[in-house]
């Protein structure tokens, strides 16, 4: 560029967070700002009126999850109760203990601070909504979000599972968001994540 038209241009990817790998020339770029707040926008208005409402509630807690903290799938299912921790920081902080880990090291575990409003989301979760599942949300070992299910064997509800969570973002895009109906994945809202941090001043 710099020989053709005399102009410099910076570098827009850094050496520690270029692609590498089967990665390189496979460019994910999230939906915008606006895109994403027109999902949620929808999605939120529509929970109360929803057939059932408390899978739609849990499955809008879980896509918000993603957005705000860039949690991956398999984290979200596997928090429990007690991952919680308001108590640990300025907004509370979400014990992960399920991270994943680099080169099959096993999970690795993090704390994620509740930022972007996440701690609201969180509180919301917990006061209005949780407890109507089953009577096991004083259960520190229950699963933060539960299947509808509940499991005789351990006392408390059942753990949602992955698939009925993608199917809930898959049929929310194509109804709020249809631009991005067969695109818009649970991984998709973790890049979108990373990269509005990223364009907010994070490093």
């Not at 809008?60 to 921790?85: C, H, K, P, Q, T």
């Not at 209005?128 to 005789?152: I, T």
Request: proline share 6%.
């Amino acid at each position: 560029i710099r020989r053709m038209t005399g102009v410099t241009v910076d570098q827009p990817i850094d050496e520690f967070n270029r692609q590498k790998g089967k990665s390189l020339g496979k460019i994910r770029v999230p939906p915008s700002d606006a895109e994403v707040e027109e999902l949620f926008t929808g999605w939120r208005a529509s929970v109360p009126d929803a057939r059932k409402y408390l899978p739609a509630a849990r499955d809008y807690f879980a896509a918000s999850l993603w957005r705000r903290l860039g949690l991956r799938i398999n984290e979200s299912v596997m928090l429990d109760i007690r991952d919680w921790r308001p108590d640990l920081g300025g907004f509370g902080k979400l014990h992960v203990r399920f991270g994943k880990g680099s080169g099959g090291r096993g999970s690795k575990p993090r704390l994620v601070p509740a930022i972007n409003g996440a701690d609201q989301l969180i509180d919301w979760w917990l006061a209005e909504v949780r407890h109507q599942f089953g009577d096991d949300w004083q259960n520190p070992d229950a699963p933060l979000m539960p299947s509808e299910r509940f499991d005789d064997e351990l006392g408390r509800c059942g753990r949602i599972g992955h698939n009925s969570l993608r199917r809930a973002l898959t049929i929310q895009t194509e109804r709020f968001l249809p631009a991005w109906a067969g695109r818009l994945t649970p991984h998709v809202l973790r890049h979108y994540c990373a990269s509005s941090l990223y364009g907010a001043g994070m490093d």
